[in-house]
């Protein structure tokens, strides 16, 4: 069966790299091209990362273009105490081969959109910002996507304030924009990305595969275990990896249909996804949900694609 073209927007930290690295073996969807943006770290090093991590997986043909260096609005927030300086937990890959592409993400997304009209998916991993660009500067971008699929938001908690998810709080506006475009909007939240989890000793597993993908994803991620410590959850969050698994297969996943806004004013609560799933206050439902999934099913198709790295 021919795969669908996936494209991925990252702003490419550990676990990003993670997901780019699951990529490669995907069952129904197939990466044409990776934009970045600015996040966990500035947008030179996610580029030279997502450019870097390519390279590790054997993908050095998919295309990258560089995007957004901050936000559309608000000052600037990354995660350099998550996933440090360089946002690969300061691991040195050799340096890359190439350069991003000179066309920008914002036009370089909608230029596939175009190309693969109906059946591009759009994975996006980061702050929402050269989606957002994309939507402002091409108002027809909705109507040419099969749908976008995010990490980000929770219908309840969050993990930069009580309230709010770094990729949310990060570019609420443009968040917004996202949820209200038209477009089919998935949401893998920290309601289901934090039950995506791997126990350190899971993540020696993966690394006792052997290949030297594997132990990167070991090396990479076990450098936030400690961070994920603070959240006295039992090993570190495949935030992205999920997200990218849940967008090629979603049949181990709890989907709800819902409204999701999201609030760019509240002292508290700014960067807020605010969903109706748990109230009896309805509200449009444009989006949906992931809220729950099978973690042996997860860890099982896994280690399914790491193994195929030794292969
Ligand atoms: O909150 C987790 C998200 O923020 C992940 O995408 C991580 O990479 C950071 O971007
Ligand atoms: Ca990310």
Redesign the pocket.
């Known amino acids: 069966m021919n795969k669908l073209p996936m494209l991925l927007d990252c ?1 490419t ?1 550990v ?2 790299a993670v997901a780019i690295l699951f990529t490669k073996y995907l069952n129904n969807l197939e990466l044409i091209a990776a934009t970045t943006v600015a ?2 770290v500035e947008v030179e090093h996610t580029t030279r990362n997502t450019l870097q991590v390519l390279e590790l997986a054997g993908m050095e043909h998919v295309p990258v273009y560089m995007g957004a260096s901050k936000p559309l609005m608000c000052e600037p927030y990354n ?1 350099h105490h998550v996933h440090g300086k360089n946002g690969l937990n300061d691991i040195e890959l050799p340096k890359p081969k190439r350069e991003p592409e000179a066309m920008k993400a914002w036009d370089a997304i909608y230029a596939y959109a175009k190309r693969y009209k109906g059946e591009l998916t759009i994975v996006a ?2 702050p929402l910002t050269n989606l957002a660009l994309a939507l402002t500067k091409y108002k027809e971008l909705p109507e040419l996507l099969k749908r976008i699929v995010i ?1 980000g938001g929770a219908a309840v908690g969050g ?1 930069v304030t009580p309230a709010a ?3 949310i709080y990060a570019d609420p506006e443009a968040a917004d924009m996202v949820f209200t475009c038209g477009a089919p909007v998935y949401m893998c939240g920290l309601d289901v990305t934090m039950r995506a989890y791997f126990t350190a000793e899971e993540l020696d597993e993966i690394a006792s595969l052997g290949s030297k993908q594997a132990v990167f994803a070991r090396d990479v991620m076990q450098g936030i275990l400690q961070f994920y410590r603070t959240y006295k959850l039992g090993g570190v969050a495949f ?2 990896p999920v997200t990218v698994l849940y967008a090629d297969d979603d049949s181990y996943f709890q989907t709800d249909h819902a409204g999701v806004r999201v609030e760019t004013k509240g002292t508290l609560t700014r960067g807020k996804t605010v969903t109706d799933l748990y109230s009896d206050k309805q509200m449009e439902h444009n989006a949906y949900v992931v809220t729950n999934l099978d973690r042996e099913a997860f860890k099982k198709r896994v280690f399914e694609i790491m193994a195929k790295y030794g292969e």
Do not use: I, Q, R, T
């Open positions: 702003d930290g676990d990003d996040g966990n995660a991993v980061g990490m993990n998810e770094f990729n935030h992205d």
